[in-house]
């Protein structure tokens, strides 16, 4: 299984990216496709979710300005990031896990260690 992000950049405040996430050799037909992002000195932090159902879900932080979206076949996973602050700045990383995680993502608990397939991740600066 491979992840591979990409996107990610330097953007003044509210300012727009779009990352994407290429997804191979995940044979799973059910799962949970999550965008997390770590900020230097801080805990990752799962902020939006895709289920193999299509449910969604995203972080009380970015809701209103983040979404997340995936392609009809399902080999990509993209975050679209609008109106972006300097507190959203960091390492964002796309990740793959049992479809059950998604539940717990949108209830606010988003546990990165039960995510399986991990990306490289992409940076993000917001600049003030």
């Known amino acids: 299984v491979q992840l591979m992000e990409s996107g990610g950049g330097s953007v003044p405040t509210g300012g727009s990216l779009r990352l994407s996430c290429a997804v191979s050799g995940y044979t799973y037909q059910t799962y949970c496709m999550a965008w997390f992002r770590q900020a230097p000195g801080k805990a990752r932090e799962g902020v939006a979710t895709i289920a193999s159902n299509g449910t969604k879900s995203h972080s009380e932080s970015v809701k209103g300005r983040f979404a997340i979206s995936s392609d009809n076949a399902r080999v990509s996973h993209d975050l679209q990031m609008d109106s972006l602050k300097p507190e959203d700045s960091g390492m964002y990383y796309c990740?793959?896990?049992?479809?059950?995680?998604?539940?717990?993502?949108?209830?606010?608990?988003?546990?990165?260690?039960?995510?399986?397939?991990w990306g490289q991740g992409v940076q993000v600066t917001v600049s003030s």
């Open positions: 990740a793959a896990g049992p479809f059950a995680l998604c539940a717990w993502c949108g209830k606010g608990y988003c546990p990165s260690e039960r995510f399986l397939f």
